[in-house]
């Protein structure tokens, strides 16, 4: 190629140039186009017009209209919108999205600061300084770049898994497709929260209105259902805007804070909150949190209280996580919305563990900008007053349709009844009877005993299980949701509709549907509502889900006590589903079984789960349902970590004094090394660091002939001597 004049090239009409010249042209385009976004965006301060920025798209599209396959995946065109998708794609985030811990009191956030000096041992005069920032009430997403480019945008789904929402994010103007500034690290995954300003957000609800069209409740559904729109032409035309707050995957990281990094993040393109400060101490916090609470009804965006972080990277990395969310960090959060209703009616829901849930239907109330018209009334000891330690609650009120009630909101939690206005209770309003036969199948309904508490279980529950229709129509529902078989076009109404017509009675008819409507064995198109197309899709949402990751699938199955945590623990630990089932059929045949001790074993398992699979899997017809399933579906191993760890899989107790770190930082490693981290020594044990002052659990390990060794050299096996 010869010596190139650029800006003879910018200049020459469309329909002369090379196809080489074109690709030149549309990278440069895409480049300029990009930057002008972000002065217009982020910066508020466009440097071209708009009629000049009109034009270089206008350019930008010709030229991809004369070579449309060099349309390049970064093209500018695509924020108005690729074709629409038929389904999202799911992807595994390679740092999972894990959520944060609540505070709703000034005490709780001092407690938070104890636990994360106590965890680093630092002395309470040392200063931790830590970011406070606005807590954004959208949804999360994930943006991961390459080499600067914009590659993949995913929603955080259940954490793990999200859904892969490129198409759509590039149409959103606040997100760059390319970075620029300095240090771009090769794998750079931005998070941050996808949200619609509240004034964008009544105007469109003012246009669905004209058009007929449902209005959102709130921002935050609104920012949701136009991310995840199948069309991403629809999601172009909506306001949707991005805030940073944290990063995935990162190959290095040039900042050694929050804070800097956030100042890398403006330089790179990245939207950044201007309400984000730093702060040294807990006063200094809670002050921020108060400003920002009078500011709140100022802000255009929802916000639902405040997130205080350790600014130190060295610090949040030792401090790492617990259970699903990270020691570093604290949601400090608002107090909730409240509202004042009247309680119209009381309905049992039937679960599907048959648990009876009464819902109180309330006259609809606008709390906070939301609709509110169903709270939870958890059971009939609340309905009745009395708590769950037995004793009166709400100063012994009961609460009877009729009533006058105070309702709360706290974010996405279920509304909740927080008083009764009894001057207001209409004479002739009566005690609820809470019914002591199931709603759906007349079977007994009862409060089984618990051996723990030497109380009765505070909910009732029907005693027909299988038999009752609701708990069978509640546990499909529960294999399909989103945590779970995550079947799309499967939904709660489907499920009913299926049901009623005897086209599913358990899961793994789910998986023969298709079959059976060919072979004319059903007539799902005979249903209302279901059209050829709507079928079809179905089907491939249903074939899509054939293979499935170990911890959705134990999900699925709805053991008691056996939710996504769990699940995943389980799925970490026995890694097949063949070493599962083997584990399984143990401790169905006995819960003392070795199996049974292993799970006890698992650090944030117990015997309370231990009790669950054992009933779980000691029925007959649950195996049934397995193998049925089994026959249909494939279930993936769960993933070995790619570097493989010296500690994956193994299981490790520590016992005696620790010198270099406390035994929860010690603990928290081995996790997330791929190891487990137990309490006790057994056979199972592969290795015990034992330090000064070790007893019984050291003697027990040398009986066993278990590896034993000192903190020092464990530092070494897991490469922190330094
Ligand atoms: S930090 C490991 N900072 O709140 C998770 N999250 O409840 C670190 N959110 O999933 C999250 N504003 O969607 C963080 N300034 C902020 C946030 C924020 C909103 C959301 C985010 C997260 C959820 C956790």
């Excluded at 201007?274 to 920002?292: C, F, G, N, Q, V």
């Excluded at 549907?513 to 050829?532: D, P, V």
């Excluded at 889900?545 to 134990?554: T, W």
């Amino acid at each position: 190629m010869g010596v190139l004049d650029y800006d003879a090239l910018r200049r020459k009409p469309v329909e002369e140039l090379t196809r080489e010249e074109a690709a030149i042209e549309l990278e440069r385009l895409a480049k300029e186009i990009a930057e002008h976004d972000y002065h217009y965006y982020v910066e508020n301060a466009p440097v071209i017009t708009d009629a000049e920025y009109d034009a270089l798209r206008r350019r930008n599209e010709a030229i991809e209209a004369r070579f449309p396959d060099l349309i390049r995946p970064d093209s500018p065109s695509r924020r108005v919108g690729a074709p629409p998708a038929e389904g999202f794609r799911k992807v595994r985030h390679a740092v999972p999205m894990l959520s944060l811990k609540d505070a709703f009191s000034d005490e709780e956030v001092y407690e938070w600061d104890r636990r994360v000096r106590r965890f680093l041992g630092l002395s309470e005069d040392e200063v931790i300084r830590c970011t406070a920032e606005p807590k954004f009430d959208g949804l999360s997403c994930s943006l991961r770049y390459e080499h600067g480019a914009l590659v993949l945008a995913a929603t955080r789904g259940n954490g793990y898994e999200g859904e892969d929402v490129t198409a759509n994010a590039r149409t959103i103007r606040d997100i760059p497709q390319r970075l620029h500034g300095p240090d771009i690290p090769e794998v750079l995954e931005i998070r941050g929260e996808v949200y619609m300003p509240i004034s964008s957000f009544m105007k469109l609800n003012e246009e669905q209105q004209k058009k007929g069209q449902k209005p959102f409740a709130n921002p935050r559904n609104a920012a949701a259902g136009s991310l995840r729109q199948l069309d991403p032409k629809v999601t172009a035309e909506r306001n949707l805007r991005f805030y940073c707050w944290g990063f995935g995957e990162v190959s290095s990281m040039p900042a050694k804070t929050q804070a800097e990094f956030y100042d890398y993040c403006r330089r790179w393109g990245v939207p950044v909150s201007d309400l984000i400060e730093l702060h040294d101490s807990i006063p200094a916090l809670l002050d921020y949190h108060a400003r920002m609470l009078e500011r709140r009804p100022d802000l255009d965006f929802d916000i639902d209280g405040v997130v205080y972080k350790v600014n130190r990277f060295d610090w949040q990395e030792r401090l790492g996580f617990v259970q699903r969310a990270p020691r570093w960090a604290i949601a400090h959060k608002f107090p909730a919305h409240r509202g004042i209703t009247v309680l119209e009616d009381i309905q049992i829901h039937v679960g599907r563990t048959g648990a009876l849930t009464p819902v109180g239907i309330l006259e609809p109330v606008n709390i906070g900008g939301v609709i509110v018209s169903r709270v939870s009334l958890h059971n009939e000891d609340y309905i009745k007053g009395i708590g769950a330690d037995g004793r009166p609650i709400r100063g012994g009120k009961d609460i009877r349709i009729g009533d006058t009630v105070v309702v709360e909101r706290a974010g996405d939690v279920i509304p909740q009844i927080v008083d009764v206005i009894l001057e207001k209770r209409p004479p002739d309003a009566k005690p609820y009877q809470f019914p002591t036969r199931c709603p759906v199948c007349g079977s007994k309904a009862v409060r089984e005993f618990n051996p723990r508490t030497g109380r009765l279980d505070a909910v009732r529950r029907c005693t027909g299980g299988l038999y009752c229709p609701a708990q069978v129509v509640e546990r499909l529902k529960h294999f399909v949701s989103k945590r779970a078989f995550d079947i799309e076009g499967l939904g709660e109404k489907a499920i009913e509709q299926f049901f009623d017509h005897k086209f599913i009675r358990t899961p793994a008819d789910i998986f023969t549907l298709e079959e059976r409507e060919k072979k004319g064995e059903i007539c799902i198109h005979c249903l209302e509502g279901w059209g050829e197309k709507k079928i079809e899709n179905l089907f491939r949402a249903i074939n899509a889900r054939r293979r499935i990751a170990l911890d959705r699938f134990i999900y699925a199955l709805g053991i008691r006590h056996v939710g996504e945590v769990t699940s995943r623990l389980l799925a970490r630990h026995y890694r097949t589903i063949e070493a599962f089932l083997a584990a399984m059929r143990e401790i169905a045949r006995d819960r003392e079984s070795e199996a049974a001790q292993e799970i006890d074993s698992i650090d944030g398992l117990g015997p309370v789960v231990v009790e669950a699979l054992h009933n779980f899997f000691n029925e007959e017809h649950n195996w049934q349902v397995i193998n049925q399933l089994l026959e249909e579906v494939t279930v993936e191993p769960e993933e070995v970590p790619a570097e493989q760890s010296p500690l994956a899989g193994k299981t490790v107790v520590f016992t005696g004094r620790l010198e270099h770190m406390t035994r929860d930082e010690a603990k928290d490693l081995v996790e997330r090394l791929g190891g487990h981290a137990a309490n006790s020594v057994s056979r199972k044990t592969d290795l015990v660091v034992a330090g000064p002052g070790a007893g019984s659990k050291l003697k027990k390990a040398q009986e066993l002939g278990i590896r034993i060794i000192s903190e020092e050299e464990f530092l070494k096996l897991v490469g922190l001597d330094s």
